[in-house]
């Protein structure tokens, strides 16, 4: 396949809509430090002015494990400033409220993901319309377009992906209950099992979401799947 032929299939994956969806996010230094175990600095900025900044120990990850939600009309912030565990952040005093505590045997975050979406109503010849929920760069898509009768507002899951491991183990998708996180309380389960996604995807494009009503809400997950050439069987 060529350049031109990877681009075309990764240009229709999903992707985290705009600045429209989250006026809040994270930066880290330009400049990588020769050992990933040194100290980072991870900066937030709400609308481009930065109002607050954290230090993580471990580097290269700090900006993908802070991932700003949006919860009864305050703003909300998964991060981990520990390699070894994911907190709540109120927004936009950048004050700690809770979560996960540091410990050897934690989940250690590599990506953070809520995903973010808008209620459409979609028009059809001579028929109901079609309510959704449509999410990230697909709801951007449609924005605006005349087979949309009804658009919502942006709006925050009341779940969060997160993609790590515990320490020296595969990696693993687990998700986040965030129906209490403005409480700063979490609740994390492995509901997808030992699930992992392929490294070069991120969250946003490696977890597709759709719900169509009255269905539920259904994620088309891309992993990654080994198998013997010879025999078909999975190793």
Known sequence: MTHDKY?????????????????????????????????????IFQSGTEIGAYKRPYCNLGAQTFE??????????LYSADETCTRVMSLPECRDIGGE???AEGFC????????????????????????WMFESEAEKVAG??????????????VGFVYGCFWACPFQLM??????????????????GDLQIPDYLQLASAIRLERRFPGPLVATIARIQERD???????
């Open 7 to 43: 681009q075309q299939f990764f240009d229709l994956l999903p992707r985290r809509a705009g600045d429209a969806a989250r006026p809040f996010y994270a930066l880290t230094n330009d400049e990588r430090p020769a050992s990933n175990w040194t100290d980072d600095e991870v900066r």
């Open 68 to 77: 700003p939600f949006e919860q009864d009309g305050k703003w909300y912030a």
């Open 101 to 103: 505590v540091p410990s």
């Open 109 to 132: 975050p590599a990506e953070i993901y809520v995903p973010r979406y808008r209620d459409v109503e979609m028009k059809q010849p001579n028929r109901n319309a079609i309510r959704h």
């Open 145 to 158: 377009s005349d087979v949309v009768s009804e658009m919502g507002p942006w709006q925050s899951l009341d």
């Open 175 to 192: 998700v986040y209950n965030l129906s209490r996180a403005s409480q700063g309380v979490l609740i994390r389960d492995d509901r997808f």
């Open 229 to 235: 050439v010879k025999t078909g069987r999975p190793l």
